[in-house]
């Protein structure tokens, strides 16, 4: 039976996030801008009106997420009158605490978002380190994991490249992640280096070997972004494609692979950008997926240097790496560790099956941004 203390941090925090997320300003400014959608001539520009939705919904969410806090803890405290007029049973009580409990929790998380990119879906590219064939299975291993989060988070995955390991495992893949919300708002929690340690099934003597993989997570732009592609920087190549999708993938060139000569526009510095997609048997396609995904990269580079030259002037704050090491896996000792906020788990099995909302959460409640910093 949960107790009067417990009772009180729900109404709280349920007051809190009303003021947090100003929620009488977001009723006004969602009819102001839900008027707008009822203009005779709303729909004569598609991509404007398109925009306008989103921003409508977007708006909407917040005022429907903050609804469903207030109703599950008035509902709570309810419950917590009737059960000492023996109305209720502790057990009901409990479950409704349990119900506002992860509602506010949810809404709480999703406050942490406010890039403008975190609402996006994702891209996600692992890439197996050196170590070879122990390396390349560590990194199918962390492919799985993200697949199975996806699926429990309702996200829709699409591979658009894979290089299959020599032996076992991958060398690299890419993912489309879609079909949710604040894709990339969960995942950039996973850029980085992820190191496991394991007695190795693929040595004869069973020693414990130590793999790295490298996860990188981009948004996915879509057509309302506007991202530069200098076409003078663009060539293609095809190639016939080879793994799943039947004889005829192998006998058409329906592979592509765009390369873009992407120079700094701070240092002046040029770099060959690479992007290959086997998606579909249709070269076309694959050609319109390649370059979605090439501004998705150059968008995300674009951010990056946004947030690094703001972490240069807040000295005083943490910095956060790209492409550092961020999370230890230790299958023998029974551990995953999060090196950037020290949260750990001794669920390995758990972690590898996909639940990793306790680091995403660690993480996001550890390196907010807010909508002025974005």
Not at 329 to 339: A, E, G, L, M, T
Not at 343 to 359: C, E, L, R
Request: glycine letters at 6%; hydrophobic letters at 35%; aromatic letters at 10%.
């Amino acid at each position: 039976m949960i107790t009067s203390d417990q009772l009180k941090d729900v109404v709280e925090r349920a007051e809190a996030l009303h003021r947090y997320l100003d929620i009488d300003r977001k009723q006004v400014e969602f009819e102001e801008e839900q008027l707008r959608t009822q203009a005779p001539d709303f729909w004569e520009d598609p991509q404007r009106a398109q925009e306008q939705m989103k921003k409508v919904k977007g708006i909407e969410k917040w005022i429907t997420g903050y609804k469903a806090v207030r109703q599950f803890a008035d509902e709570l405290q309810l419950a917590y009158d009737f059960y000492r007029d023996e109305m209720v049973t502790e057990e009901e009580v409990d479950a409704d605490y349990a119900k506002a409990l992860q509602a506010i929790e949810d809404l709480e998380l999703k406050n942490m978002l406010r890039q403008k990119e975190d609402p996006m879906d994702a891209v996600m590219k692992i890439n197996s380190g050196a170590g070879g064939t122990e390396s390349q299975d560590w990194a199918s291993m962390l492919m799985r994991m993200y697949m199975r989060w996806c699926e429990a988070h309702g996200y829709r995955v699409t591979i658009s490249d894979i290089q299959d390991g020599d032996e076992a495992g991958i060398k690299s893949v890419t993912m489309e992640i879609e079909g949710g919300e604040y894709a990339y708002g969960f995942l950039k929690s996973e850029n980085g280096v992820h190191r496991l340690v394991r007695v190795s099934p693929f040595n004869a003597q069973g020693k414990r070997m130590t793999s790295f993989a490298s996860v990188f997570v981009s948004p996915l732009v879509d057509d309302t972004i506007e991202v530069f592609v200098d076409p003078a920087r663009v060539s293609w190549d095809t190639f016939r494609s080879s793994g799943a999708g039947g004889q005829n993938v192998n006998k058409v060139e329906s592979g592509v692979r765009l390369r873009y000569q992407y120079q700094d526009p701070d240092t002046g510095e040029e770099e060959e950008i690479l992007i290959e997609n086997t998606e579909t048997r249709d070269q076309p396609k694959n050609r319109a997926k390649a370059m979605l995904l090439l501004k998705s990269q150059l968008y995300d580079r674009a951010m990056k240097k946004r947030l690094e030259a703001k972490a240069k002037i807040e000295a005083g704050k943490k910095k956060i790496e790209w492409g550092s090491q961020i999370r230890s896996y230790v299958f023998d000792d029974r551990r995953v560790k999060d090196h950037r906020t020290n949260y750990q788990t001794t669920d390995v099995d758990g972690v590898m099956n996909g639940k990793i909302d306790d680091f995403i959460k660690a993480y996001l409640m550890e390196f907010p941004v807010t909508e002025d910093e974005s």
